[in-house]
């Protein structure tokens, strides 16, 4: 019969090249993949974008939105169709099932938006597919006070260059002001020479101009006429003439001014409280981010290499930095558990040559890992690091049952070669089902659905690799190693002294819960209870936040607030976070204008700062709470963030938006009295205040014009109208005509707006139109026809949304809603409990297969039940893990708890499988040969889930960098195998003998003479 332990050791030079090779392999594979903060990850949603520019959220919903929706309503397998309308914009977004094809759902949104018809002035819709690294690679800042035009500059030069580099998708710009000529209109002067805004304007623009006269012959060539005028700065548009209805001519400079300025910011952009310009950079799906990133620093070295216009680019994020750090810290941690792995085999084995032997099949089988890793096309990033580091301890677990396997044969005499012989071909099932059991377990990880199967398929993948690369280490070359290094074990070792201690004391206490079988049966059932209660005290959150030292906040102001009013906010703010000893520095966006304003603010905190994270954002809290007309809610910023954990948030259903206002404030107020809720708020604001102006059709048609002409007269006396581009040495200007920004600063002055007539001659716009006053809201949602209200609760720091969420639900059933009103929970707990049932389904498919595969092994099935038996009890080191170390149950801990499915029965199958070789092979009595082989597996029992736990530890502690991503998994596994390992060296014999079928027999014969030896006595002869 074939058997690759003998095989390995008749040819050493075959397995010797093979480790050469895989080594060689393993080296170019890692320099060849690509670096990722995670896995790649299509999320399954589609945007359709349209402006409408100067259109009320209500006008959008209407004439926009809903046309929309309806004509999206053709697009298949669309599993929830949101949209929110706001001023001058509608966004609707279809979500897909994670399988779908979203090439093809954009043809069929493509195909559906064709047949649209949307209001003339509305821009044809823009469609968008939502990636989950869309967002920037790196932002930028320029300080906007080093040129008097750095926003030309940025548009003109930086941002094309930008958009060169390969892989760069979108380059954005915020904050700034770009400089434009500025016609500035004498009123006086128009009304005297009869002109009009217009009159100017259209002379302005008609004052560039080319135009073809024809050709003609200059010797024997012929020569294209062409007729120019040019106007080369803003100065000679002074001079560009003006003809007057009397057939005289005048110039711009005797009806206006002719300025250089600044456009009114609506937006703008802070560094540390300067005035800049900040530019972020979003890359494609494939591009690679750190080399992207490599490549945008180049380009803004040469772009600082040009000192002459005194602007410099500053890079405030480089998220291939951000990646570099969290790959080094994951592979810090993997460092570090191989370094611990093998002291601890040192510590056992006590012989350099056995730990040298074990441990070499641990950088053999991470070598082999991302040899596979490389053929199947993955990145390195914290996941596949992270299956890696889970696998590490693992890694030996096979090697250490081989090498335990062979020591005993030696034992007894034999030499190395046959110590192989007996010892590695006797546990060979052994391992290959052990290793099978944590394969099978991690395979439904790799292959699950949604979010998750995206997120963690890179980790059940790695492992896969690793232990089947494990096992055959441990066939092939421990054995080979065993003969060619020729260990020898050390019996009065400092280890083997203290195992020999555990042993007999370990024996005394099998002996007794051999003989207390309903003893260790209730104190089982009890410590399932435990884990059971334990489970109701963990918070749980979608993603654990990661600590980077990163705060945001966000500012919402008051409704109607003006412009200085609210920047005066803003900048208040800004001194208190500058003031703050712990920020290394701060950046502030924000949107003024229009009746409403809101701003945010992004503090990156020193790395030696003197409080935590979460410490700053409630100091934070406390000193922005009395700020008056805003409200600023500030929360820690977070490396990956899916939601699930950073609020409370509930939504409100319903076809009639004014019952949905009046539920909105009955929930609110539940929400606010919620415990560890600090405010609460709705999507629904009180209205921005607006003046309508409604012309009437008649008056208007009396004089000769229309409800819209009048409007854009109107508009453009208030707002100006651009007349002409100029060229002007390297930079593009418009030329704006205007009036001055006080003329129509209050809503009296529309009372004296005159309206230009198309037969000429004015009349005051109160003449034709009314002007009232209203709310509007600043915007309306809703989500597969329905209008949604949100509201949302501010949480104090340690205050999980989930169980606030679930009080606040529990609350609600008390409160009487309007008819037509639904409450459920927000989309972020909807996105939880999806994704956690998709993990629970997977942890269903795991347990089952661990099961298949103990069947086929002991081909009984009363045995695999034994062996499953140490399942549900490793969720009691779990759970208590999870509750001792303040962890919350995330999906990386719930994959932690599938992964700790096949880990843990590892332990059972090798006390199992050696109790049956024992009673078939040597005819034990069920006793003894469960006795036997506790003691004799007690040894690799240990080492396995030692190595596997201290192999885990420097993650699970975060020693050597910060790998809060995969902590939850290292506890889980940590504590989960750590109480089973004890549970099980107990549990398992004295369920075994439950289950035997022998031993029933011989109680039942025993208990049998019992009563008849009771009887006999009872009835002398």
């Known amino acids: 019969m074939f058997s690759l332990p003998d095989f390995s050791v008749r040819r ?8 050469v090779s895989l080594v060689l392999f393993g080296i170019t594979s890692v320099l060849g993949m690509s670096m990722e903060s995670t896995p790649e990850m299509n999320m399954p949603v589609i945007m359709v974008m349209t402006r409408y520019e100067g259109a009320s959220p209500e006008e959008v919903d209407s004439m926009v939105t809903d046309v929309v929706e309806s004509a999206l309503s053709a697009v298949t397998g669309v599993e929830s169709m949101t949209s929110t309308s706001s001023e001058g914009s509608s966004m609707v977004m279809l979500e897909f099932d994670y399988s779908a094809d979203t090439d093809e759902k954009t043809d069929e949104v493509n ?32 300080d906007g006070a080093s040129s008097d035009n750095a926003l030309a500059y940025v548009e003109d030069t930086v941002v094309p260059k930008l958009e060169q580099i390969s892989g760069v998708a979108q380059v954005g710009t915020s904050g700034g002001s770009r400089k434009y000529v500025q016609i500035l209109l004498d009123e006086n002067a128009l009304n005297q020479y009869g002109l009009t805004m217009n009159s100017v304007a259209n002379a302005i623009a008609n004052a560039e ?34 003809t007057l209805g009397s057939g005289n001519v005048i110039h711009v400079s005797d009806v206006a001014e002719v300025n250089l300025a600044s456009r009114s910011q609506d937006s703008f952009s802070r560094q540390n409280g300067r005035d800049g310009i900040r530019i972020s950079i979003s890359k494609n799906q494939s591009a690679n981010t750190i080399s992207l990133c490599e490549s945008i620093v180049s380009a803004v070295e040469e772009l600082n290499a040009d000192t002459t216009l005194g602007i410099a680019i500053e890079v405030t994020n480089n998220s291939g930095e951000t990646i570099m750090e969290n790959i080094q810290s994951v592979i810090s941690s993997l460092i570090q558990g191989l370094i611990v792995a093998v002291l601890v085999l040192m510590f056992f084995f006590g012989d350099w040559r056995s730990s040298l032997i074990v441990a070499l099949s641990m950088p053999l089988s ?47 005499g034999r030499t190395y070669a046959e110590s192989v012989h007996e010892g590695a071909n006797l546990v060979v099932g052994a391992v290959v089902a052990s290793t099978l059991t944590s394969i099978v377990v991690v395979l439904p990880i790799a292959l699950m659905d949604g979010m998750a199967g995206q997120l963690f398929k890179d980790v059940g993948l790695t492992i896969v690799f690793s232990l089947t690369a494990s096992l055959v280490s441990a066939i092939t070359l421990v054995p080979l190693l065993f003969v060619r290094l020729t260990p020898r074990e050390k019996e009065n070792s400092f280890s083997n002294r203290i195992l020999r201690r555990v042993d007999k004391d370990y024996a005394r206490l099998l002996k007794k819960a051999l003989g207390a079988r309903k003893t260790v049966v209730a104190i089982a059932l009890a410590s399932f209870a435990l884990s059971a209660f334990l ?24 409704t109607g607030l003006n412009t200085e009013t609210s920047d005066e906010i803003m900048t208040e703010i800004e001194g208190i976070i500058a003031a703050m000893p712990d920020v290394e520095s701060y950046s502030t966006r924000g ?64 076809s009639n938006l004014s019952a949905l206002e009046e539920a909105a404030e009955k929930v609110k107020e539940t929400v606010a009295a919620v415990d560890g809720v600090e405010y609460a708020s709705t999507s629904l604001s009180d209205g921005d205040p607006r003046a309508v102006i409604t012309v009437d059709p008649v008056l208007a048609g009396a004089y000769g014009t229309t409800p819209s002409s009048v409007l854009s007269v109107a508009s453009g006396k208030l707002n100006g109208t651009t007349a002409m581009t100029l060229q002007q040495d390297d930079t593009e200007y418009s030329v704006k005509v205007e009036y001055p920004a006080d003329r129509y600063e209050t809503i009296n002055d529309l009372y004296g707006l005159m309206i230009d007539l198309p037969g000429g001659g004015q009349i005051p716009l109160t003449d034709l139109a009314e002007i009232s006053y209203s709310t509007s ?71 089952f297969l661990v099961f298949a595969v103990m069947a086929v092994q002991f081909e009984s099935l009363v045995f695999s039940g034994v062996v499953m038996i140490s399942v549900p009890f490793s969720l009691v080191g779990a759970f208590l893990s999870l509750y001792l170390t303040n962890t919350s149950i995330s999906m990386t801990s719930l994959i932690g708890l599938v992964m700790l499915v096949g880990i843990v029965v590892n332990n059972a199958i090798v006390l199992v499988d050696y109790t049956n070789q024992l009673r078939r092979d040597q005819g034990m009595e069920v006793h003894e040969a469960l006795t036997t082989a506790g003691r004799t597996r007690l040894r690799p029992i240990l080492m396995t889930t030692l190595t596997t736990v201290v192999g885990l530890l420097p993650m699970a502690l975060g020693i050597g960098g910060k790998v809060e991503m995969m902590q939850g998994m290292s506890i889980v596994v940590i504590g989960g195998l750590t109480v089973s390992t004890l549970l099980t060296l107990v549990l398992i014999p004295t369920f075994y003998l439950m289950f035997d079928r022998e031993d029933r027999a011989n109680r039942k014969a025993a208990k049998k003479q019992r009563r008849e030896a009771e009887k006999n006595a009872a009835d002398p002869v």
């Open 366 to 412: 991470l070598f082999a890992a991302v040899v596979m890793m490389s053929l199947f096309d993955m990145t390195i990033n914290m996941m596949s690091l992270g299956g890696l580091v889970v696998g590490v301890g693992m890694l030996v677990d096979n090697s250490i049952v081989v090498m335990e396997s062979c020591f005993r044969a030696r034992s007894e």
């Open 111 to 142: 195909s559906a938006l064709s047949r649209l018809r949307l209001p003339d002035s509305c821009e044809d819709p823009t469609i968008m597919e939502m990636r989950m690294n869309s967002e920037s690679v790196m932002e930028l800042n320029i």
């Open 535 to 558: 489970f109701t005290r963990i918070d749980m959150e979608l993603m654990p936040t990661m600590d980077r030292g990163g705060v945001s906040a966000s500012v919402e102001m008051k």
């Open 591 to 654: 949107a003024m204008g229009g009746g409403s304003g809101a701003g945010s603010f992004s503090i990156t905190l020193k790395d030696d700062r003197s409080m935590e994270t979460s410490e700053f954002v409630e100091e934070l809290r406390y000193l922005t709470a009395d700020i008056p007309n805003c409200y600023v809610d500030v929360s820690q910023e977070s490396a990956m963030s899916f939601g699930g954990g950073g609020g409370l948030t509930l939504s409100l259903k319903g």
């Open 209 to 242: 101009y080319e135009v073809t006269l024809g050709e003609a012959d200059r010797g024997n060539i012929t020569l294209s006429m062409i007729g120019s005028a040019e106007y080369g700065t803003y100065q000679s548009l002074r001079d560009v003439p003006i």
């Open 777 to 847: 809201p600043s915007s309306i949602s809703r989500e597969d026809g329905k209008y949604v209200v949100s509201v949302t609760g501010t949480l104090r720091t340690g205050v999980n949304s989930a169980s606030a969420t679930t009080q606040a639900m529990k609350a609600l059933e008390s409160v009487d809603l309007p008819d037509g009103v639904m409450v459920e929970e927000g989309s972020d707990m909807r996105m939880m409990n999806t994704e956690f049932g998709s993990i629970g389904k997977a942890l269903m498919v795991a347990i």
């Open 12 to 19: 050493p030079v075959c397995i010797l090249i093979c480790v």
